[in-house]
């Protein structure tokens, strides 16, 4: 696989270290996901941080909302380490951060990174004390913050002070121009705030998050050019179903396309129930598919069309991507690198020779036929036909076979 073809370079940022995974100063883009259940919950939060984590997620954060939250992440931790999930735990605080840090002090030395905002922190001459309380609780118990600014909860001093500056001035911005500015001046002017107090640059991630693709790219390409502080990356409430993840990978394509973004979390609304590891996942393909990170061998596999009339190609792709998907926990620790590996299962002879050469192997599926005769490609090279009722099973073999050599 060519690895990131067309990324521009990464935007150099400070890297900081969270828990044992570092974020930015040119590490590799971390995957990152926050829990759903009720933190106070232990058992329910445990069983969701280490699912997210076994999905691939790098870091997990939880809500730290009240008293009984707060009490509960020791006890989270605890029982996250006796099953033996590693995975750095991040707070996320938002009005009374400042006093559950200093309430559960050892809420304030399980957690590995807290999540301020700079926007609800706390309210006009209480804003300036409370933050640095939460910042003095990460340098008394050495964690990261993340200063993330949200476009719902956007610090109104701030932007009604740009507001009043715009109008008065003799070439005023556009509104939504001034909320841009409102949101990088909220992280940068908070992340310098931080640093005066006494933290550390390489102890600080910045996250300017809004739910629109266009102002997402706009934010995040006004922040990388005004500050080097590693930029956690994702657009807020994205939404449901497809349209979720088209807007996150939309956004989130186009700035990491720049070189910007240290760590990314998609944010999708799940069904009432549904896996809430989707989210990795989609995080995972957006940086594979992009040629930034590889996770899990990918399938290409072509929509099929009026020359596919037998069902045979769409069956044997989704039946080498449950397997694959199904082998990998294995496969990771015998055949290392096994992730970068491409496979094509195409539907007939239009495209599917030229795109199983591409890949690292391939097979081309005739379109009809209850007895196909498939040409299979390895690196680049017809090896072998394959023909008869056991195509699928004789290509799987070839696919195991190719991974063990
Ligand atoms: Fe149709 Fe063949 Fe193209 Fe697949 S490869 S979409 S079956 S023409």
Request: glycine share 10%.
């Amino acid at each position: 696989m060519i690895q990131g073809f067309g990324v521009k370079t990464r935007q150099r940022t400070v890297g900081v270290k969270v828990g044992s995974v570092q974020v930015g100063g040119g590490a590799p883009i971390v995957v990152q996901s926050m829990t759903n259940t009720d933190t106070a919950d232990v058992e329910a939060t445990v069983r969701q941080v280490a699912a997210l984590a076994r999905a691939g997620s790098e870091l997990v954060r939880i809500t730290v909302d009240r008293d009984e939250s707060a009490a509960a992440v020791p006890h989270i931790r605890d029982r996250l380490a006796r099953m033996r999930v590693e995975v750095p735990l991040v707070g996320d605080f938002h009005y009374i951060g400042h006093k559950l840090l200093a309430d559960h002090p050892a809420c304030a030395e399980a957690l590995d990174k807290y999540r301020i905002n700079p926007g609800n922190v706390g309210f006009k001459d209480k804003k300036d004390r409370q933050f640095a309380m939460i910042v003095e609780k990460a340098i008394e118990h050495g964690k990261a913050v993340r200063i993330g600014a949200n476009w719902g909860s956007l610090d109104q001093e701030l932007l009604t002070h740009l507001m009043d500056e715009n109008a008065k001035s003799a070439a005023p911005l556009e509104a939504r121009a001034v909320m841009h500015e409102a949101m990088v001046q909220s992280c940068v002017l908070s992340a310098r705030r931080a640093e005066e107090i006494g933290l550390a640059k390489d102890r600080i991630i910045l996250s300017a998050k809004v739910s629109a693709v266009q102002d997402l790219i706009s934010v995040y390409r006004m922040l990388a050019l005004r500050a080097d502080y590693a930029l956690h990356l994702g657009l807020t409430e994205a939404g449901m179903g497809s349209k979720g993840i088209v807007a996150s990978s939309a956004a989130l394509g186009v700035v990491l396309q720049d070189g910007i973004g240290d760590t990314v979390r998609v944010s999708l609304t799940p069904e009432p129930n549904g896996d809430r590891t989707l989210e990795v996942k989609v995080a995972q393909e957006i940086l594979q598919t992009m040629g930034i990170r590889t996770f899990v061998p990918l399938v290409a596999a072509c929509p099929g069309c009026g020359r596919t009339t037998s069902t045979l190609f769409q069956e044997l792709a989704q039946d080498i991507q449950g397997f694959i998907h199904a082998s990998m926990p294995e496969w990771k620790t015998r055949y290392p690198g096994v992730e970068a590996l491409n496979v094509a299962v195409m539907g007939c002879i239009v495209n599917g020779p030229g795109e199983s050469k591409h890949a690292d192997i391939g097979i081309s599926l005739p379109g009809t036929g209850e007895n196909p005769a498939a040409p299979v490609f390895v690196d680049g090279h017809k090896v072998t036909t394959l023909r008869g009722p056991t195509v699928a099973a004789d290509f799987k073999a070839m696919v195991i076979d190719y991974i063990e050599k």
